[in-house]
């Protein structure tokens, strides 16, 4: 985002800005396609055989060769490659700028190939200290067992990850931004230098923020990783994960990799996060005005104690935030007054918001962090505030909103 040295105004804490090409280190369109022309058109020619005009879903596990070893265009199985899934990861690498994509069962599947293509017993990660749950529970109660630690680090500085680094060497940096409940925010290229200097990768957990948001690869980090469950899909049909490599060399080690484990999204999931890929942009424009206004609307009611929203000037990651997104989000964090109770009560109490967990769907979400998501975190250095309520806000009119959560709230 070119345009935006400090931000919004609290007026209007989160509207999208700049060009249509300007996510993640505000880069100028520089004679390349711009993101929405990417989204609907890269890795998606009309098929050659037929004409049809969207990619076809390839449901096939093999493929008829012409004579041993004959494979057409490459295709002999498909863990190995199918042409649905080529089409979303040739999208994929192109959205977000990297030298090829991956794609995968879910986020999880992603990250498991990640780390075990680049970690090896002994090695040593520092991970946020408010990661989203699921990461955390991989790294402490699996790769934990074949010699993989981690490290939680407050990431809101890159002074605390420098000091972390200083106090031990790292394969991994691995950065999530917003981060997942807390919306916690990092300086990806403050991190992203640190990291480089100190010999670590840097990988950036973009799921939150999605490619047309941030894109974590021209700001310096060296593989993003995606739930493309969430706002990629953006229907809350279809679970999928990515990974983003910018270097070819370390993207065909992730490729060999991502066959030789196996986890591959199937044709059909690629097909429908192909789909949801067609509208990110115009659905994230309106995932962040609405998201805007219900923070602020939030931060003024009188049974909130605190509102967790990159957008609002009084957010300690606003200013870095303003620096390296293009807009700040559909996700919306806050804290009650009354306590656990009263979040589990308003949790309850929605009738648009959906009590479900999950996010990044065109429908609103309303989950309890502490009970549900992040429940694996508990007695960990990663728990969460049971007072806290989390908010994925969809597309609906933003006023039918508002009425919910006032409701919710009463
Ligand atoms: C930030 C983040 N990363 C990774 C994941 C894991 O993705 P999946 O559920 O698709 O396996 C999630 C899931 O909620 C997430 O929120």
Known sequence: MTSAGTGGTPADPGTPRGGDDEAGGGQAR?????????????????????GAVVPPIYQVSTYKQDGVGGVRGGYEYSRTANPTRAALE???????????GLAFASGMAAEDCLLRTV???GDRVLIPDDAYGG???????????????????RFATAAAVKDALEKGPARVVWLETPTNPLLGIADIAAIAAGAHEAG???????????????????LGADVVVHSTTKYLGGHSD???????????????????????????????????????????????????????????????????????????????????????????????SLRLRGGEGAA????????LFTLAESLGGVESLIEHPGRMTH?????????????????????????????????ALA
């Open 30 to 50: 520089g004679g390349g396609a711009g993101f929405e022309t990417l989204a609907i058109h890269a890795g998606q020619e009309p098929d050659p055989l037929t």
């Open 90 to 100: 040739e999208c994929l690498a192109a959205l977000e700028r990297g030298a090829r």
């Open 119 to 121: 970690c090896a017993p």
């Open 135 to 153: 990461t955390y529970r991989l790294f402490a109660k699996v790769l934990d067992r074949w010699g993989v630690r981690h490290v939680p680090v």
């Open 200 to 218: 670590a990768l840097l990988v950036v957990d973009n799921t939150f923020a999605s490619p047309y948001l941030q894109r974590p690869l021209a």
């Open 238 to 332: 279809v679970v999928g994960g990515a990974l983003v490599a910018a270097d070819p060399g370390l993207a065909d080690r992730l490729a060999f990799h991502q066959n030789a484990i196996g986890a591959v999204a199937g044709p059909f999931d690629a097909w429908l996060t192909l789909r949801g890929i067609r509208t990110l942009a115009v659905r994230m424009d309106r995932h962040c005005s609405n998201a805007a206004r219900i923070a602020a609307a939030l931060a003024a009611h009188p049974a909130v104690s605190q509102v967790l929203y990159p957008g609002l000037p009084t957010h300690p990651g606003h200013e870095v935030a303003a620096k390296q997104m293009r807009g700040f989000g559909g996700m919306v």
């Open 344 to 351: 589990i009560r308003m949790c309850g109490r929605t009738r």
């Open 375 to 407: 429940a694996s975190a508990a007695g960990s250095p990663l728990e969460v505030p049971p007072d806290l309520v989390r908010l994925s806000v969809g597309i609906e009119t933003c006023d039918d909103l508002l009425d919910d959560l006032h409701q």
